[in-house]
């Protein structure tokens, strides 16, 4: 990935017929702001006169993807461009992630953002396609980067402000249990009233954004479970544990326990994603091992879940005489949407697009590491409509995702006054 220079302070490198150019090839075609008119005049001036850069750092982020805790040159891409305004961004210890402090007062919003990509190989065939083998951003996190870069920029360019904003770039949202808590222990919240956040959502046409209170995802929880036999001969199964059958009362047997042990209008749902276990036709396997994901979206049935299984798999096993061991890795939390940033969030939106922009969402059964920051402090979190209306929906975490360009500048504005919504109000 090529390193900061002064093809990203702002300015554009090359130009030709709307064209950008930065030094490293990639090109971007200016796209609509169907935002633009709708102020503050000093975000309208400032998405004009970069709405060419914001587009070249999303496609320049795409191109080079980073995998969770090793998004070092994204860190530093970003650190130089807000650099490049006079802001003084502070880098966490392990050189992944970073916050930054724009303006100054007693209540402080906080904006994030996460860096990290997928360990998939993109199918998109974009000019602008990752270049790096294995790695792309099949989950929108190049978009979430610019168009808060974006933000932080034209933020800084206010004559002034109502109090003090922070930008959070965050590591790691991809892995178990999240980048989030990288930054908690970092001090990246402390001092923070409120914190808001944006995530892509291709099932949602470009300049819609979806909100909801309460939870919005499901709290994620990984279970890995190693099973052992002494192994044998299948004509003789009576001097041996039988394995293979034991792994099969638990891909069926716990899923089915868990359904009549936990309330069903918490949304919790195990599936079995990995089983692996012997070789031969005529042989018991000494081991087994599966793994699968388990999620709920009531935070109280979260909390009981690991006991819970952990005695319903004994349960099963039990009779058949293997070994086992369970490995229950918990995830995140469901990210609890709080009542009045909600509301907060809701006027940012129709302050940045009208009235009709913002629209309501359904409780999503993936898991966002966002629901750390609202174990600590209010906030909210909404779905940014990347679809372009027209074609395909490219969904998220699949090689062929992509979106529609005029989202940005839709999150751009939306995060923007979002965040003065949220200092105007003083609570």
């Not at 900061?4 to 150019?21: A, E, F, N, R, Y």
């Not at 400032?46 to 998004?71: C, D, F, K, S």
């Not at 929108?140 to 610019?146: K, L």
């Amino acid at each position: 990935m090529t390193l900061l220079d002064s093809s990203w302070s702002g300015k554009p490198h090359g130009t030709d017929s709307g064209v950008l150019i930065s030094s490293d090839g990639v090109r971007s075609s200016v796209v609509e702001d169907i935002g633009v008119g709708r102020g503050p005049g000093w975000l309208d001036d400032w998405l004009a006169a970069n709405a060419a850069n914001v587009v070249a750092w999303y496609r320049h982020i795409h191109t080079y993807p980073e995998l969770p805790r090793q998004e070092f040159d994204t860190t530093e891409l970003v650190a130089g461009l807000l650099r490049s305004v006079g802001l003084r961004p502070t880098l966490m210890a392990e050189g992944t992630g970073l916050f930054c402090d724009i303006g100054s007062g007693d209540r402080t919003v906080a904006l994030r953002a996460d860096l990290d990509a997928l360990a998939l190989t993109e199918t998109t065939g974009l000019p602008y396609s990752s270049a790096v083998a294995g790695a792309c951003h099949a989950c929108g996190h190049d978009a979430h980067t610019a168009m808060l870069v974006a933000a932080g920029m034209a933020l800084a360019s206010a004559p002034q402000l109502p109090g003090r904003v922070r930008l959070i770039f965050q590591p790691a949202e991809e892995v178990m249990p999240g980048g989030a808590l990288d930054v908690i222990a970092a001090g990246g919240i402390d001092g923070v009233d409120a914190i808001f956040g944006l995530h892509c959502d291709p099932r949602l046409e470009v300049g819609r954004v979806g909100t909801r209170v309460g939870a919005i995802t499901s709290a994620t929880d990984r279970l890995e479970l190693t099973l052992t036999s002494p192994g044998g001969h299948t004509s003789r199964p009576h001097l041996t544990a039988d394995l293979v059958h034991a792994l099969g009362n638990v891909i069926t047997g716990l899923p089915a326990l868990l359904s009549r042990r936990v309330d069903p209008r918490s949304g919790t749902v195990l599936m079995w994603g990995a089983v692996h276990a012997g070789e031969a036709a005529n042989a018991v396997p000494q081991d087994g091992v599966l793994r699968g994901t388990l999620r709920t979206g009531d935070h109280e049935v979260w909390e009981e879940l690991e006991p819970l299984v952990a005695t319903l798999v004994e349960s099963l096993l039990a009779p058949i005489g293997v070994g086992f061991e369970l490995h229950h890795q918990r995830g995140m939390p469901p990210v609890m949407n709080d009542a009045g940033c909600t509301q907060l969030m809701r006027a940012g939106i129709e302050a940045a697009l009208g009235g009709n922009a913002s629209t309501g969402t359904k409780q999503s059964s993936g898991g966002e590491d966002f629901g750390w920051y609202l174990e600590q402090i209010p906030g909210s979190f909404a779905r940014l409509g990347v679809w372009d209306g027209d074609g395909p929906q490219f969904d998220l975490h699949r090689p062929t995702f992509r979106l529609d360009e005029r989202a940005l500048f839709v999150g751009v504005r939306v995060l923007t006054h979002t965040a003065l919504a949220a200092l105007a109000s003083g609570s």
